[in-house]
């Protein structure tokens, strides 16, 4: 299927049962959201693909007094796309990181500036920490039974494990900023 890995992130999500696509983007927000983003822009159009592919089937749902609701479900033939494309390797990306991009050039800025962006980064990873941590015991209480809920823990350990990394990435760094301000303060 054309259009890069949307496509496929939706056919996961309607895996998962019946959804509108307001439902898909506010699972993603609650889910795969901590790795994975899937605008607005990018949902409808690619239910709109996977529907004339014969992917995904819509039902539109009316409601009295209320706007009618499009629930689009897997097909066979899209549950079977699914697998296929789990199947293949995973390619490689390279990510594209503005904190790593600024610090590469943080030389010609005050190391203050420097510092104030390493601070703000481990704190939106100490935050993150948080989140997986509730994350993970309320999955644990509210999907106990579900047979996806291992690969969920997963997925959310991965995001602990590399939050850990960055908040201890970031303490270096922070050490080594004082360390430059340090020499700095001496050759004045």
Partial sequence: ????????????LLSLGPMSGYDIRQLVSRSIGHFWSESYGQIY????????AGLIEKKTERNKGKPDRNLYSLTAEGRERLQEWLKIPVSEEVARNELLLKLFFGAHVSTSVNR?????????????????????????????????????????????????????????????LDEIESKEKRRR
């Fill in 1 to 12: 299927m054309e259009g890069g890995s949307t496509p496929n992130a939706l056919l996961g």
């Fill in 45 to 52: 159009p690619g239910l709109k693909r996977l529907a004339a």
């Fill in 116 to 176: 104030e962006h390493v601070i703000s980064n481990m704190e939106f990873h100490q935050r993150a920490l948080k989140v997986y941590t509730a994350t993970a015991k309320q999955l644990r209480r509210d999907e106990a039974n579900d047979p996806n809920l291992p690969y969920w823990l997963m997925t959310l350990n991965y995001g602990r494990h590399y939050s850990v990394a960055m908040s201890k990435w970031c303490r270096e760094t922070l050490a080594e």
